[in-house]
């Protein structure tokens, strides 16, 4: 949900491509999202999605959340992406990202992210592997 929500405003300011986008979003704002999740100390619905998520990705019924991450993470860095631009306007990440929070696209995450976290997010999608 977020990583659509965020690719979107993102790349029609920025210029960059969808899929690019999603790529480097895809761990930061899956890494907030299990955060808050766990940090909300509830059973709630979205951390048994990343359960099952683990179990489905790995194989193995005791995967969790944080194996969903490192799993994730190991086929990003396998994609041929290539790196972020050193035109991208970083000044504009705030405005981009409280734009965002309004996207119909965050309604699917398993969690509520704000506009600080969702820069959070970017900023750490943008920081160079």
Request: contains cysteine; hydrophobic residues 45%.
């Amino acid at each position: 949900g977020a990583v659509h929500g965020l690719a979107g405003p993102l790349g029609g300011a920025l210029g960059l491509p969808h899929g690019w986008l999603c790529a480097r979003l895809l761990v930061p704002v899956l890494t907030l999202s299990l955060d808050r999740l766990e940090a909300a100390g509830e059973n709630w619905d979205g951390l048994e999605r990343f359960d099952e998520l683990g179990y489905l990705l790995t194989g193995l019924p005791e995967a969790g959340g944080r194996d969903v991450l490192a799993n994730l993470q190991q086929l990003v860095d396998g994609l041929p992406l290539a790196g972020v631009p050193d035109t991208i306007d970083t000044e504009s990440f705030p405005a981009l990202c409280e734009a965002a929070t309004t996207s119909s696209s965050m309604r699917g995450n398993p969690v509520p992210l704000s506009a600080t976290e969702l820069l959070e997010a970017v900023s750490n999608a943008m920081e160079e592997a």
